[in-house]
């Protein structure tokens, strides 16, 4: 497993928008295979919101496709996800992802508010 930092959550209004990273904080030795980004809502599972592999290939939740955008630079590597048109829905932990070497890796998690 891999050391993820995750960085960005915060509160903010319906409507508006915030950026999350994720870092991976060590020296790595193969390449990243694919890094995404899950959520857990208060009293939920935690559910899956986007991921992009190596090749660039993006997926998407339904409940933010259109909304959210995820990235990958491959030299870092990072991840980034630009959340835009926040509803209070999207209030949740998000959790940064990777799958490193046939090994899946968690950040720490990052509290994201939004209110109406």
């Known amino acids: 497993q891999v050391q993820l930092i995750e960085s960005g959550g915060g509160s903010v209004q319906a409507g508006g928008s915030l950026n999350l990273s994720c870092e991976v904080a060590?020296?790595?030795?193969?390449?990243?295979?694919?890094m995404g980004w899950y959520r857990q809502p208060p009293g939920k599972e935690r559910e899956f919101i986007a991921n992009i592999i190596r090749a660039g290939s993006t997926n998407y939740a339904a409940s933010v496709k259109g909304r959210f955008t995820i990235s990958l630079l491959i030299t870092k590597p990072t991840t980034t996800l630009q959340m835009n048109s926040l509803k209070p829905e999207d209030t949740a932990v998000y959790y940064c992802?990777?799958?490193?070497?046939?090994?899946?890796?968690w950040g720490q998690g990052t509290q994201v508010t939004v209110s109406s």
């Open positions: 992802n990777v799958l490193y070497n046939g090994d899946s890796s």
């Open positions: 060590e020296r790595i030795f193969h390449p990243i295979s694919r």
